[in-house]
């Protein structure tokens, strides 16, 4: 228990010291790079008594300067995953895969001093040693939602989002619960333009 406070005393120090002066957010033309890490429990709707825990990279790239009105203003970018870490605890077996998110689109809302707010919708695969889950299939799909909000330091930025995924085989297998988790993602960047 003491470790855990003193790893939560660690990353307070380091948010707060990046906050004393902001890097830009994100801005058209300009690209992101993140490495991240997750982790929930699974929810109602498939099967149950399952934890995750996730971690990969991100690349992506800011397409569109700010559109809409007032409080939906924000601009539009796409981004990939590369997710080397799956780690699947389930009732009968833990399970460890190894992913890809191709398709991340991503609404930056505009930047509010230093935060700035998202809405992310992503899809992906994943391919595992054992059954995910059990009695299913290796190979999945991931598809989830986030909402979420950068906190924009002097040179890095914090990431921090609450994320629905759903693991499923798509039919792939003759049997397919699916798999739902709630998950808290924190990710450090940054973003820059060339």
């Not at 830009?24 to 109602?44: C, L």
């Amino acid at each position: 228990m003491k470790s855990l406070w003193a790893i939560l005393f660690f990353v307070f120090c380091l948010v707060r010291s990046g906050l004393a002066q902001t890097e830009p957010g994100p801005e058209e033309g300009g690209n992101e790079v993140q490495v991240w890490a997750g982790g929930g429990h699974s929810v109602p709707g498939g099967t149950q008594n399952t934890e995750a825990f996730d971690a990969g990279a991100r690349y992506g790239r800011v397409l569109t300067d700010a559109h809409w009105p007032w409080i939906l203003r924000g601009r539009f970018e796409y981004a990939v995953d590369v997710v080397p870490v799956y780690t699947i605890f389930q009732p009968l077996e833990t399970a460890y895969a190894w992913g890809f998110n191709p398709l991340v689109l991503k609404w930056n809302f505009v930047r509010r001093g230093k935060f700035s707010p998202y809405f992310e919708l992503s899809g992906g695969a994943l391919f595992s040693n054992k059954n995910i889950p059990t009695y299913t299939n290796t190979v999945n799909f991931s598809p989830s939602a986030a909402l979420g909000t950068h906190i924009l330091g002097e040179k890095y930025n914090w990431s921090l989002d609450v994320r629905y995924l759903h693991i499923s085989n798509a039919g792939l297998g003759y049997y397919n619960p699916g798999l739902n988790t709630v998950q808290v993602r924190l990710g450090v960047g940054r973003f820059w333009k060339r």
